[in-house]
């Protein structure tokens, strides 16, 4: 009696416009497609920066997932910047940039990356957050303007690339995952995209058609 092949594995897309994301995806060594997500990303009132990032990471999932119609695992993310419980997001100019550095001079932060993984052949929606404590040094004008100069972090919530110059405007970070900061987790996106049966560690040979890299 022929034995049947194993069916393909569902395709991976990052619901996301972020270098950063595709970056810490590739990592895992497997082909993926991106997509934008269109979405509004104000904050409702009195939404929480936790509840925000949520909401958008599972948001950005499921508006991506509309638009494929075979078997997909679509991962969305987002990150919100908590300072004493006002969202701060990704400033976008220079002068919301100085702003917010200044509000972060000497301050203790918490940035929330939420995940979401959805696949809608099994109606599976799941989601973690991954949060990141960091304590900002006490910061100049001189200085802040030196380095938004240097780096022009405006796409990056908080104003800070951590993973670049950003770095020396810190004084600590307490992490349980140092992707996290960057802005995709990849401890708890690993384990959400094997609950939704895309195993990061088994070999994918399917074509993507807009990957990474």
Not at 28 to 52: H, I, Y
Not at 141 to 165: N, W
Request: proline share 8%; charged share 20%.
């Amino acid at each position: 009696m022929p034995v049947s092949a194993p069916s393909a594995p569902p395709r991976l897309v990052l619901g996301s416009s972020s270098p950063y994301r595709r970056e810490l995806l590739a990592r895992l060594g497997q082909p993926f497609d991106t997509r934008s997500p269109d979405v509004d990303e104000t904050p409702q009132p009195g939404e929480t920066p936790l509840a925000l990032a949520c909401r958008l990471a599972e948001l950005k999932a499921r508006v991506v997932a509309q638009g494929f119609e075979d078997d997909v695992v679509v991962i969305g993310s987002d990150q919100v910047a908590d300072l004493a419980g006002r969202p701060l997001g990704k400033p976008g100019n220079h002068a919301a940039a100085v702003a917010q550095l200044r509000a972060l001079s000497g301050q203790v932060v918490r940035f929330h990356t939420a995940v979401c993984v959805a696949r809608p052949r099994t109606g599976q929606v799941l989601q973690a957050v991954s949060s990141v404590t960091v304590e900002f040094r006490v910061l100049s004008d001189e200085l802040i303007e030196t380095y938004l100069q240097r780096e022009q972090p405006y796409d990056c919530a908080g104003s800070a690339k951590c993973e670049g110059l950003g770095i020396v405007l810190l004084e600590r970070i307490d992490s349980t995952d140092p992707t996290a900061l960057v802005g995709l987790p990849l401890i708890v996106t690993s384990r959400l995209l094997r609950e939704a049966g895309w195993d990061p560690m088994a070999i994918n040979t399917r074509e993507s058609g807009n990957t990474h890299g």
